[in-house]
């Protein structure tokens, strides 16, 4: 099993950048894949960043061009960078961790996320 731990999220104006960060523990880190969801309010969590099964990496058609999913196996951390935030990007954004082939998938507790002025 493996905990995952969301950090980097906050209040940033419209334009503006964050980075998600998600720490994994407990776990050998770099056999899962890892993406990233969201759930902004009154809405189901959907996916932003994810890899595909054949090693690309899924974007969600809100995000392309401005948010880049990136891992770094030797501190068992993977990275969301969101650039030209706007506002309709505001969610608690969730980290997840999966066994590919597997019915595993761990998530974190997630991290807010407010775009506004």
């Known amino acids: 099993q493996v905990q995952l731990v969301e950090s980097g999220g906050g209040l940033v104006q419209p334009g503006g950048s964050l980075r998600l960060s998600c720490a994994a523990s407990?776990?050998?880190?770099?056999?899962?894949?890892m993406g990233w969801y969201r759930r902004a309010p009154g809405a189901q969590r959907e996916l932003v960043a994810a890899?595909?099964?054949?090693?690309?990496?899924n974007y969600a058609d809100s995000v392309k061009g401005r948010f880049t999913i990136s891992r770094d196996n030797a501190k068992n951390t993977v990275y969301l960078q969101m650039n030209s935030l706007k506002p309709e990007d505001t969610a608690v954004y969730y980290c997840?961790?999966?066994?590919?082939?597997?019915?595993?998938?761990?998530w974190g507790q997630g991290t807010q996320v407010t775009v506004s002025s």
């Open positions: 890899p595909t099964s054949g090693g690309s990496t």
């Open positions: 997840n961790a999966r066994v590919p082939g597997s019915p595993y998938s761990y």
């Open positions: 407990g776990s050998i880190f770099s056999i899962y894949a």
